[in-house]
T-cell receptor, first 114, second 112 residues
């Protein structure tokens, strides 16, 4: 069974641009969550999607948005990029909601903003 | 707010040494607790978890016990190997949602 896949793996953008990251969950998984990992702030929750609906959102500005498609694939978008958005963005999928459903993480997309 | 605090790294040990990585949490109610491991260039993998007080999670020789009285979930391994070199994250759940609250991570290096 294929794991969580994220594309692209690496991305370089300049300030002011926007970016879209993609996450394909494990087949059959319906919940997708996104996290930002930086050396200074560590791992921080961005948002969670289940059945194409955002169920939970972390403390990030409105420049960060996401969506989930009917096949459970998810995308996140960051507009008007800032230098501080440079990070590893991790996607995690699980069968359903709740902590009895283990979250499986993808390898991440490393975004560098110049 | 709810948070997770784990010991600062990095931690450097010799092979076969005993490992402890401390983790404490604050939370309302009784969260589920987790240890994740991140190998270089990879995403996070669940190492072990405990869902209620006094539960012991274990996997690959690692253990952690959910201590409600001390709000702790310390990770231990009796004899580390070079292949255990990685970053370890303690985490708690967000109370019914998929949100995980992570500690800052502890980098472990095991030398032969």
């Amino acid at each position: 069974k294929a794991g969580v896949t994220q594309t692209p793996r690496y991305l370089i953008k300049t300030r002011g641009q926007q970016v879209t990251l993609s996450c394909s969950p494990i087949s059959g998984h319906r919940s997708v969550s996104w996290y930002q990992q930086t050396p200074g702030q560590g791992l921080q929750f961005l948002f969670e999607y289940f059945s194409e609906t955002q169920r939970n959102k972390g403390n990030f500005p409105g420049r960060f948005s996401g969506r989930q498609f009917s096949n459970s694939r998810s995308e996140m978008n960051v507009s008007t990029l800032e230098l501080g958005d440079s990070a590893l963005y991790l996607c995690a999928s699980s069968l359903g909601r709740g902590t009895y459903n283990e979250q499986f993480f993808g390898p991440g997309t490393r975004l560098t903003v110049l | 707010g709810d948070s997770v605090t784990q010991m600062e790294g990095p931690v450097t040990l010799s092979e076969e040494a005993f490992l402890t990585i401390n983790c404490t949490y604050t939370a309302t109610g009784y969260p589920s607790l987790f240890w994740y491991v991140q190998y270089p260039g990879e995403g996070l993998q669940l190492l072990l978890k405990a869902t209620k007080a006094d539960d012991k999670g274990s996997n690959k020789g690692f253990e952690a016990t959910y201590r409600k009285e001390t709000t702790s979930f310390h990770l231990e391994k009796g004899s580390v190997q070079v292949s255990d070199s990685a970053v370890y994250f303690c985490a708690r759940d967000g109370g019914g949602s998929e949100k995980l609250v992570f500690g800052k991570g502890t980098k472990l290096t095991v030398n032969p």
